[in-house]
């Protein structure tokens, strides 16, 4: 028989997503044909992956759910998230069942009119993973605790009743009242997944264990509930599954390894509606990279090049960043820029069909319903209803800000409308001999593509990094980068240091041999 744990949380961002990974993780190494899960996510950072219960090839899941399966040794596919909620303002999001778009809707009409086909196709999804596999690890969303959902919670409490889950409670203890909150959110879930709650995992802690000893033991005692580890503050380096750990859109910060004295800084644009902007974090983990996010009226005088990232809805993005005078200081720009998917988009000389998906002032004038881009690469876009998800591979023929790239970059593709040239244009993508704009384009130091996790691929990271520094900064040993273990791995060893897992794996009554 299958089993499925929980990992349900006190609060968003408690750490859910780690425990959920390092658990597939270690299950994994112990030989458990293990599993991810997430009923119900909500994140614009997404990943193309395997639809096999689906009618198109490929669909969208959660990029924690993607990393979880991974870590587990699987093929992502589908099944792992069958219901992804893409935020794309104003109150309303795009809903994905089975990786496939249906529609965008706004909260309530969700729930009242799709709610129970979402339900539906999510405990489908988990029984054909309860079925193939001896452990499902379901991570839950936000806080399992929140009584106005209660009758339509189906990451959290739906997930627990109808995959007779057993319930870990992860809790945050660095943003204080730890104990408050588990003991909070034990008196206020529904009585039949308190019964289910197997026991709690505190996480992001630092100090001296011996001070918090005596608060987990009086905790235990209230709530017969036992506390199965304290999790060190640490940071596995998994993506981001949503905008929470963004800066704000006026702020300006830095992020990436402080390790060299005269560093290449990266711009990251950060867009309102930003999406899949873990397409830069390779950058920032790169050894004397750092990467900026400024904001769209932001100085980008002492930057080394500028990366304009995916957003979930282009033509507003565009409509705000014209305002904020961004086109005007890209056009001064002389270093690299380069715009991934929506970035590539506002790039553009125009998105024409631009009331498909804008909704801003200024959408829906003009010939063709075009919007007007920032005229940095000779390409228009036309928006339409059909949404492109497909993983791609291309050979890179170095040009532009990719120059010194040649060889193989493979990511996937997620994005409504398509591009081409409206006049001759280099492109460095090239797929079955065909170089064309619908991949991507190249004017100058400016380069737009459709390829999401290009610099996941150290030949386009180095590539961008060489053009950046002026061809003089030398690459990181292969070795340096080799010292690094995995996100996937730092996870499983955080929780294998600190977390009982056999005593988790004994209350949750699992017949499996490891």
């Known amino acids: 028989m299958s089993s499925t744990i929980l990992v349900a949380g006190t609060a968003s961002h408690v750490g859910k997503s780690t425990v959920a990974t390092g658990l597939c ?22 990943r193309a992956v395997p639809a096999p219960h689906a009618d198109e090839p490929w669909g969208e899941i959660g990029v924690s759910q993607y990393v979880q399966a991974r870590a587990a040794g699987l093929q992502p596919t589908t099944d792992h998230n069958p219901v992804l909620l893409k935020p794309s303002g104003d109150g309303a999001s795009q809903l994905v069942v089975d990786g496939r778009a249906v529609g965008t809707y706004e909260a309530g009409s969700y729930y009242d009119e799709h709610w129970e086909t979402a339900r539906a196709a999510a405990e489908r999804a988990h029984g054909r993973l309860a079925a193939e596999h001896d452990v499902v690890v379901a991570e839950g969303a936000g806080s399992i605790a929140e009584i106005n959902l209660h009758d339509r919670d189906l990451a959290n409490v739906e997930t627990a009743r109808f995959a007779d889950a057993s319930v870990v409670l992860v809790a945050d203890i660095e943003r204080g ?14 009585d039949d997944v308190r019964e289910r ?38 940071d596995p380096g998994l993506p981001e599954e949503d905008s929470v750990a963004l800066p704000a859109v006026d702020e300006r910060r830095i992020v990436g390894r402080d390790d060299h004295d005269d560093p290449v800084r990266i711009g990251v644009v950060r867009l309102p509606r930003a999406s899949n902007v873990t397409d830069v974090e390779p950058l920032a983990g ?3 990279v750092r990467v900026v996010y ?43 820029i380069v715009g991934l998917c929506g970035g590539y988009q506002l790039l553009g000389e125009r998105i024409a069909n631009a009331s498909v998906e804008g909704r801003g002032e200024g959408v829906g004038t003009g010939a063709d319903d075009a919007v007007p881009g920032f005229g940095l690469l000779p390409v228009v876009t036309r928006f339409d209803h059909e949404k492109a998800v497909r993983q791609a591979t291309y050979e890179l023929d170095g040009v532009g800000p990719l120059a010194d790239a040649t060889g193989t970059a493979s990511g996937y593709e997620i994005h409504m409308g ?41 030949v386009a990271r180095r590539g961008l990094l060489s053009a950046a520094a002026g061809g003089d900064r030398e690459a990181a040993t292969a070795a340096d980068r080799a010292s690094h273990a995995s996100s996937y791995d730092r996870a499983a060893t955080l929780l294998r240091e600190s977390v009982d897992v056999d005593a988790l794996l004994s209350a949750t009554d699992m017949h499996v041999n490891y």
């Not at 993780?25 to 997404?46: C, E, H, I, T, W």
């Not at 009242?177 to 529904?190: I, N, Q």
């Not at 304009?308 to 409509?319: E, F, Q, R, S």
């Open 294 to 336: 400024v904001p769209p009226d932001g100085d980008l005088a002492d930057l080394d090049a500028v990366v304009i990232p995916g957003t979930k809805n282009t033509v507003d993005d565009l409509l705000t960043c014209r305002e904020a005078g961004l086109d005007d200081a890209l056009t001064a720009f002389d270093g690299p």
């Open 177 to 190: 009242g730890v104990f408050a909150s588990l003991v909070g959110t034990l008196e206020l879930v529904p």
């Open 418 to 458: 398509e591009t081409r040239a409206v006049e001759s244009v280099e492109t460095p993508f090239v797929a079955d001999g065909e170089a064309s704009a619908a991949f991507g384009a190249v004017a100058g130091n400016v380069c737009g593509t459709y390829l999401h996790g290009l610099f996941g691929n150290e």
């Open 197 to 234: 709650v197997v026991g709690a995992v505190v996480t992001k802690f630092r100090g001296d264990a011996a001070i918090l000893e005596p608060g987990l033991r009086e905790f235990e005692d209230r709530t017969g509930v036992p506390i199965l580890g304290v999790v060190p503050y640490d």
């Open 286 to 288: 790169e050894p004397g």
């Open 25 to 46: 993780r270690l299950l994994a190494d112990r030989g458990v044909s293990v599993a991810p899960f997430k009923a119900q996510n909500m994140s614009n950072n997404a």
